[in-house]
């Protein structure tokens, strides 16, 4: 150990130098560098995906698990028995909510503290293996790349995953180096948690017992030792859980092969090295490149790693084999039953990123502080987005305002995450914090999806159509009954979409749609008066029947509102516009027009047969004389406006009152 000298001159009498010992070490200066380093990295890491999901809502899989998660502890555990996914996050998670509550930001929070352990133990990895220096780029990498800051951090078990393949394999490290048996305790309970997590924990754990049986000397038991370890890991998941995901997997229970990585071994090695893009886009692999071409030709002499064979190429080694075993144990459960996707592989990315980081540490100081810079300003300016990421967060927004208690809601979402995370934000998430009764929501869904559904939510399904059977559309018109408005939320089709849609319109109009940020169709139904239509416009246009919303009676500065039913008898021609006037009685003077599109909905888009609702408006002038005035109605083409459509009545079609219709007579008071 060097110890360092400061001399210092002092201005006494004498003025003789005075020698002062320092006792900070050249080590402890790198140590207390690595460790600042590693602070700022994690700090930075942490807050960029905080940053980039302000404001987004679940995807379908992330909201799934956060709903699933809200049920009761013994509920969770006998729902979660039925299908492939272990227990841990959910049971984490399920107190989490419990304590902090359920909105985004709290749950993804809590995945953040994951992320930042994996960005803890993927420092140690590299440090242990190489340097500090390789530490702190290891952390930077797996920090920075878009797929780990999307899935590690959203709320799912995707941080815990990535937390608990560098955990244990860090922990592993410490044992091997140290012998201590706290580290063979610690390393058996990450070791369970982390296979009680997901199934790819497991799959991490068999390629650590390859690389230690590879590169751990036979000398004192060593490798006996560690198999001891992974077995006491493997039989307590086995006891607890493996059984059932064993039978999910060979039942084929993983999850719908749409979500899995599709064709030969090449195809998956493509679909990966995309996936795994960093930005700038190649940073990554190119540094993962030199790290190969250079890490076994180096020697690395810091700690104490005697138990180790091989050692010009264990260091190298180690992570490589954990690469190469993590994607061939993968590829063969792949071959049985389909599991392999991008973000079951997470647990392979602190491994290449050690890899890569030794690499960018072999590299001249400049040279990484510009790679540095990059890869920060580049993660700070964008935010990678799956494609099959869909939201629902617009479902109480398009509601909020509108919905009244009693209301009826269709998920019209034939996905069974979609229609998870759609109902969790139609009942838990309104805009007025109420919480919606299941009994007022109608679940429109695939008969294939429903055994699997049913059982996830805290408040069970009451209402669900799966078929278009008559038994189907008769329970839908019993749910229809006494409900005065209708909010319709459609993903994709399926065939007994129209069934139901046609039952709701027999006795329901569309008073508005909308597709929210282009991602579903959202649709506000209203019941339609029963009373017979009132006039006929041209050949094919019906107003069924209308209301004043407003008093008869207005003062002077106040809005006269008229809601009005519409139904087209085929397809129209031109986006027709309704005019609607005040009449004065005593004088004929016109008070005050309105003149806006016929609908919502605009009248080229009308289904054939469908009603669909209009509100008009109009403003009261301040100075507007008391008396009675007329409200009269007008349908004409906004192109050609002096052409209007003739007017008459149901019973007499034939006949044509006129161009404008006299619907009723209001007063203006003072």
């Given at each position: 150990?060097?110890?360092?000298?400061?001399?210092?001159?002092?201005?006494?009498?004498?003025?003789?130098?005075?020698?002062?010992?320092?006792?900070?070490?050249?080590?402890?200066?790198?140590?207390?560098?690595?460790?600042?380093?590693?602070?700022?990295?994690?700090?930075?890491?942490?807050?960029?995906?905080?940053?980039?999901?302000?404001?987004?809502?679940?995807?379908?899989?992330?909201?799934?698990?956060?709903?699933?998660?809200?049920?009761?502890?013994?509920?969770?555990?006998?729902?979660?028995?039925?299908?492939?996914?272990?227990?841990?996050?959910?049971?984490?998670?399920?107190?989490?909510?419990?304590?902090?509550?359920?909105?985004?930001?709290?749950?993804?929070?809590?995945?953040?503290?994951?992320?930042?352990?994996?960005?803890?133990?993927?420092?140690?990895?590299?440090?242990?293996?190489?340097?500090?220096?390789?530490?702190?780029?290891?952390?930077?990498?797996?920090?920075?790349?878009?797929?780990?800051?999307?899935?590690?951090?959203?709320?799912?078990?995707?941080?815990?995953?990535?937390?608990?393949?560098?955990?244990?394999?860090?922990?592993?490290?410490?044992?091997?180096?140290?012998?201590?048996?706290?580290?063979?305790?610690?390393?058996?309970?990450?070791?369970?948690?982390?296979?009680?997590?997901?199934?790819?924990?497991?799959?991490?754990?068999?390629?650590?017992?390859?690389?230690?049986?590879?590169?751990?000397?036979?000398?004192?038991?060593?490798?006996?030792?560690?198999?001891?370890?992974?077995?006491?890991?493997?039989?307590?998941?086995v006891a607890g859980w493996g059984l059932v995901v064993l039978h999910s997997l060979m039942g084929g229970g993983g999850g719908s092969n749409l979500q899995f990585v599709q064709g030969s071994i090449f195809d998956v090695l493509a679909y990966l090295y995309v996936q795994f893009q960093s930005r700038p886009t190649g940073i990554l692999a190119m540094a993962f490149l030199f790290g190969v071409l250079t890490l076994n030709t180096l020697q690395y002499t810091s700690g104490d790693m005697t138990r180790f064979r091989f050692q010009r190429v264990w260091r190298g080694g180690f992570p490589l084999t954990m690469i190469v075993g993590i994607f061939v144990i993968a590829v063969a459960l792949h071959s049985v039953s389909p599991s392999l996707n991008d973000r079951n592989m997470i647990v392979i990315l602190p491994f290449i990123c050690v890899v890569a980081a030794s690499g960018l540490a072999n590299m001249p100081r400049r040279l990484q502080a510009v790679i540095a810079v990059l890869v920060i300003v580049a993660g700070y300016t964008t935010h990678?987005?799956?494609?099959?990421?869909?939201?629902?967060?617009?479902?109480?927004?398009?509601?909020?305002?509108?919905?009244?208690?009693?209301?009826?809601?269709?998920?019209?979402?034939?996905?069974?995450?979609?229609?998870?995370?759609?109902?969790?934000?139609?009942?838990?998430?309104?805009?007025?914090?109420?919480?919606?009764?299941?009994?007022?929501?109608?679940?429109?869904?695939?008969?294939?999806?429903?055994?699997?559904?049913?059982?996830?939510?805290?408040?069970?399904?009451?209402?669900?159509?799966?078929?278009?059977?008559?038994?189907?559309?008769?329970?839908?018109?019993?749910?229809?009954?006494?409900?005065?408005?209708?909010?319709?939320?459609?993903?994709?089709?399926?065939?007994?979409?129209?069934?139901?849609?046609?039952?709701?319109?027999?006795?329901?109009?569309?008073?508005?749609?909308?597709?929210?940020?282009?991602?579903?169709?959202?649709?506000?139904?209203?019941?339609?008066?029963?009373?017979?239509?009132?006039?006929?416009?041209?050949?094919?246009?019906?107003?069924?029947?209308?209301?004043?919303?407003?008093?008869?009676?207005?003062?002077?500065?106040?809005?006269?509102?008229?809601?009005?039913?519409?139904?087209?008898?085929?397809?129209?021609?031109?986006?027709?516009?309704?005019?609607?006037?005040?009449?004065?009685?005593?004088?004929?003077?016109?008070?005050?027009?309105?003149?806006?599109?016929?609908?919502?909905?605009?009248?080229?888009?009308?289904?054939?047969?469908?009603?669909?609702?209009?509100?008009?408006?109009?403003?009261?002038?301040?100075?507007?004389?008391?008396?009675?005035?007329?409200?009269?109605?007008?349908?004409?083409?906004?192109?050609?406006?002096?052409?209007?459509?003739?007017?008459?009545?149901?019973?007499?079609?034939?006949?044509?009152?006129?161009?404008?219709?006299?619907?009723?007579?209001?007063?203006?008071?003072?």
């Amino acid at each position: 150990m060097t110890v360092k000298q400061t001399t210092i001159t002092s201005s006494t009498a004498t003025d003789q130098p005075v020698t002062v010992t320092s006792n900070v070490t050249s080590a402890q200066v790198a140590r207390a560098g690595a460790w600042l380093s590693m602070a700022v990295v994690s700090v930075y890491c942490l807050l960029l995906p905080m940053w980039q999901f302000r404001g987004l809502g679940y995807r379908g899989d992330e909201g799934w698990r956060i709903y699933q998660s809200m049920n009761t502890l013994p509920d969770l555990l006998a729902q979660l028995s039925q299908d492939i996914s272990p227990p841990m996050y959910h049971i984490i998670a399920s107190q989490w909510i419990r304590v902090f509550g359920h909105h985004e930001f709290i749950t993804r929070y809590l995945s953040g503290l994951f992320l930042l352990l994996a960005l803890a133990f993927t420092y140690q990895i590299g440090r242990m293996l190489f340097n500090r220096v390789t530490g702190v780029w290891a952390a930077l990498m797996l920090g920075l790349l878009p797929l780990v800051q999307h899935y590690a951090y959203e709320g799912n078990s995707y941080g815990l995953l990535v937390m608990g393949a560098a955990g244990t394999t860090a922990v592993l490290l410490l044992w091997l180096r140290s012998g201590r048996g706290a580290f063979a305790v610690l390393y058996v309970a990450l070791g369970l948690m982390f296979a009680y997590t997901h199934y790819y924990g497991t799959v991490t754990i068999l390629a650590q017992a390859v690389a230690v049986a590879i590169f751990v000397r036979w000398r004192d038991l060593y490798p006996l030792r560690a198999l001891a370890l992974f077995a006491a890991v493997g039989a307590g998941f086995v006891a607890g859980w493996g059984l059932v995901v064993l039978h999910s997997l060979m039942g084929g229970g993983g999850g719908s092969n749409l979500q899995f990585v599709q064709g030969s071994i090449f195809d998956v090695l493509a679909y990966l090295y995309v996936q795994f893009q960093s930005r700038p886009t190649g940073i990554l692999a190119m540094a993962f490149l030199f790290g190969v071409l250079t890490l076994n030709t180096l020697q690395y002499t810091s700690g104490d790693m005697t138990r180790f064979r091989f050692q010009r190429v264990w260091r190298g080694g180690f992570p490589l084999t954990m690469i190469v075993g993590i994607f061939v144990i993968a590829v063969a459960l792949h071959s049985v039953s389909p599991s392999l996707n991008d973000r079951n592989m997470i647990v392979i990315l602190p491994f290449i990123c050690v890899v890569a980081a030794s690499g960018l540490a072999n590299m001249p100081r400049r040279l990484q502080a510009v790679i540095a810079v990059l890869v920060i300003v580049a993660g700070y300016t964008t935010h990678w987005l799956p494609d099959h990421r869909r939201f629902f967060a617009e479902i109480p927004d398009y509601m909020a305002g509108q919905y009244q208690p009693g209301d009826g809601i269709f998920l019209d979402i034939p996905a069974r995450a979609e229609q998870i995370v759609a109902t969790y934000y139609a009942r838990e998430r309104q805009a007025s914090g109420e919480r919606i009764p299941p009994e007022d929501v109608y679940h429109v869904l695939r008969d294939v999806e429903f055994e699997r559904m049913v059982n996830v939510f805290p408040q069970p399904l009451v209402h669900a159509a799966q078929d278009n059977s008559p038994e189907s559309l008769d329970a839908v018109r019993a749910y229809l009954e006494g409900r005065q408005q209708l909010w319709h939320f459609q993903l994709n089709f399926q065939s007994h979409s129209d069934e139901v849609n046609a039952t709701i319109a027999e006795q329901f109009g569309v008073a508005q749609t909308d597709v929210p940020g282009e991602k579903f169709i959202a649709t506000r139904w209203q019941r339609l008066p029963d009373t017979p239509p009132n006039f006929v416009y041209g050949p094919d246009i019906t107003l069924l029947d209308w209301q004043m919303v407003t008093p008869y009676e207005l003062a002077a500065c106040d809005t006269l509102h008229v809601q009005s039913w519409w139904r087209g008898a085929d397809a129209l021609p031109v986006n027709y516009s309704l005019g609607v006037k005040m009449v004065s009685q005593s004088d004929g003077q016109v008070l005050r027009a309105s003149d806006d599109q016929l609908s919502l909905v605009l009248a080229q888009q009308w289904i054939p047969g469908r009603a669909y609702s209009d509100d008009s408006y109009i403003e009261v002038p301040c100075d507007a004389p008391p008396g009675t005035y007329d409200i009269l109605f007008i349908v004409y083409d906004p192109v050609t406006p002096d052409d209007a459509l003739p007017v008459a009545y149901p019973d007499d079609p034939e006949t044509v009152i006129g161009t404008w219709a006299y619907l009723t007579s209001v007063q203006v008071v003072e």
